[in-house]
């Protein structure tokens, strides 16, 4: 019997892969490599296919004996979302549906999803808990809500049992340095500050500095990788103990400014990181901080890696080792 990880090549897919097979698990890696990195799971077993592809999946999870899912597989660049929603509504919500009907038509019944904090969409409460309105504001959070409400429906008709992880903004990578963080384009806020550490920007765009938070600059709920890498091996513990179909938020309950996180990256690296203030980037809320009581205590989720110092320090660790990402070094 194996774990199926789809997306196990991407950035917290292979952290996930990491951890699996520390807890012991036997693991199979699905990724069709338009973003991932097979250099991400080296000595892991890696098959090159696209969830689209149902009747490849099928052979999958019968040829592996797969027990489990672990789905990341998706598009997620908020930006592009808005450009073209229907790669988004194809890929994401598609690419799910092949793979749930996959599963029941193998008799597979457990999943765990990588959802996201963008299903709420603009807050009306902060922390956020997972009883929190989600109306998303973009079709990438539209599209992991979609799939959501899909799962529900298959626990309901098939007895599918799922956990959705409702992540915040995951930073860090493995303590080791062997992988990290490495997107094309990159839009996420840790890397592009130590791409300025490391010379290869002049400075941080810093996307409005006139909201309602402290310094003017928005807040976020920063989480480390191989946290929520743990999250995903207690949920599925949580699956094989009961038949549930639950959502959990993970973040950090604390939460930091861009400026903070600038301050932040100026003290691990040593390094001066200019900041040049442009306009806010559409969509952005001022503040997003969760509530991850419900992990806490259902899931007995405890991070270990909550100082905003030590995530940006494995994440140093990694893109100051591989300043061109995986393959490049
Ligand atoms: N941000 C910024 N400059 C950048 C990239 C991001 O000021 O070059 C800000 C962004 O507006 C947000 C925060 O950093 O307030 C985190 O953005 P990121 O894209 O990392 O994650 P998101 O919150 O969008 O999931």
């Known amino acids: ?27 199979v890696v699905l990724d069709n490599l338009y973003q991932g990195h097979p250099e991400a799971v080296q000595g892991v077993h890696l098959i090159e296919a696209d969830l689209r592809d149902q009747s490849k999946v099928v052979k ?6 797969i027990e489990s899912v672990i789905h990341f597989a998706a598009n997620s660049l908020v930006g592009e979302s808005v450009q073209d929603p229907l790669k988004y509504y ?5 690419g799910t549906r092949a793979l749930l009907s996959a599963m029941t038509e193998c008799g597979v019944g457990r999943i765990v999803f990588s959802s996201s904090a963008a299903t709420y969409g603009e807050p009306v409460q902060v922390p956020i808990p ?17 799939i959501e409400r899909m799962l529900r429906w298959c626990h309901v008709a098939y007895n599918l049992a799922s956990v959705s992880l409702r992540y915040f903004n995951a930073a860090g990578a493995h303590p080791d340095g062997h992988i990290g963080e490495d997107h094309d384009p990159e839009t996420h806020l840790v890397p592009i500050v130590l791409s300025v550490a490391l010379g290869q920007r002049p400075h941080l765009p810093v996307f409005g500095d006139d909201y309602a938070t402290q310094d003017g600059t928005c807040i976020r709920d920063y989480v480390h990788v191989m946290d929520l890498a743990s999250a995903h091996h207690l949920a599925l513990g949580r699956l094989r103990e009961k038949s549930v179909c639950e959502a959990y938020n993970l973040g950090s ?19 001066p990181i200019p900041v040049v203030v442009s306009g806010r980037r ?19 989720w405890r991070p270990r890696h909550e100082s905003i110092e030590s995530m940006i320090a494995s994440a140093w660790e ?4 591989h300043p061109l990402g995986y393959g490049r070094a």
Request: aromatic share 6%.
């Open 253 to 271: 309950g604390s939460g930091y400014s861009v400026l903070e996180i600038v301050e932040a990256a100026r003290r691990v690296t040593g390094h």
């Open 130 to 146: 997972e009883t929190h309105p989600q109306v998303p504001t973009n079709p990438y959070g539209e599209t992991k809500l979609v």
């Open 1 to 27: 019997m194996a774990v199926l990880i789809t997306g196990g090549a991407g950035y917290i897919g292979s952290h996930t892969v990491v951890e699996f097979i520390r807890a012991g698990e036997t693991v």
């Open 90 to 94: 194809d890929n994401n919500v598609g």
């Open 318 to 321: 990694w893109h100051s080792k």
């Open 60 to 65: 999958i999870l019968r040829e592996f004996d």
């Open 282 to 300: 559409a969509g952005d809320p001022a503040v997003l901080i969760a509530s991850s009581e419900k992990a806490r205590t259902e899931l007995s």
